[in-house]
């Protein structure tokens, strides 16, 4: 297993255009946590995932994102009508639930909204 | 509600100085302690963490953080960096309690090694 992989790397959209973002975590590992960080930030809790049930979102997380994770497997993000204030880096990872279990990242994917 | 003060957004260290990032934290809940660090173009990856037991722990590459509750921080340090260290460093926390693994972090610092 090669470690979370995500899809695609940069994405640029016009503003008011739908995206969708997807995370293939570690195969044995049953959370999946998204995140978003900004420029000169560190990232921001998004959501998460145990298995297939999404268990917690971040007020951050208005109605024009939604996330899932159908089977367990892969999760997507889809934010829709997007604004310019969506510009950010996107990032997706994966861990065994246990307390204190190292979380571990993909490489995100960097959105710009023009 | 936690929340992680990283006060150092960048830090110019000339190679083989010694290092200190400071990390400090807020929360009501007992926590677990972590530092990521990220390479430039690389993801996040974890550089040491704080569970329980002992509260100085190490990472592989020669840094080393010390929990202190009472002040409630989490300091890195490192005795003599080199060029490869040049990355953005990233405190974080985690409820214990709550177990979901969620992390809070702070704003990051931005180690320079300066040769």
């Known amino acids: 297993d090669t470690g979370v992989s995500q899809d695609p790397r940069h994405k640029i959209t016009k503003r008011g255009q739908n995206v969708t973002f997807r995370c293939d975590p570690i195969?044995?590992?049953?959370?999946l946590y998204w995140y978003r960080q900004t420029l000169g930030q560190g990232p921001e809790f998004l959501t998460y995932?145990?298995?297939?049930?999404?268990?917690?979102k971040s007020r951050l997380l208005s109605d024009r994102f939604s996330a899932e994770r159908p089977k367990g497997s892969f999760s997507t993000l889809e934010i829709q009508r997007t604004e310019q204030g969506d510009s950010a880096m996107y990032l997706c990872?994966?861990?065994?639930?246990?307390?204190?279990?190292?979380?571990?990242f993909g490489q995100g994917t960097r959105l710009t909204v023009v | 509600a936690q929340s992680v003060t990283q006060l150092d957004s960048q830090v110019p260290v000339f190679e083989e100085a010694p290092v200190e990032l400071r990390c400090n934290y807020s929360?009501?809940?007992?926590?677990?302690l972590f530092w990521y660090v990220q390479y430039p173009n690389q993801g996040l990856q974890l550089l040491l963490k704080y569970l329980s037991g002992s509260t100085l722990v190490e990472s592989i590459n020669g840094f080393e953080a010390e929990f202190n509750k009472s002040q409630t921080s989490f300091h890195l340090r490192k005795p003599s960096v080199h060029i490869s260290d040049t990355a953005e460093y990233f405190c974080?926390?985690?409820?214990?309690?709550?177990?979901?693994?969620?992390?809070?972090f702070g704003t990051g610092t931005r180690l320079t090694i300066i040769p």
């Open positions: 929360s009501s809940v007992s926590v677990y």
């Open positions: 974080a926390v985690s409820d214990r309690d709550f177990g979901n693994e969620k992390l809070t």
């Open positions: 995932f145990q298995n297939e049930a999404q268990l917690e």
């Open positions: 195969s044995e590992h049953n959370r």
């Open positions: 990872a994966s861990s065994l639930a246990h307390g204190g279990m190292e979380a571990f």
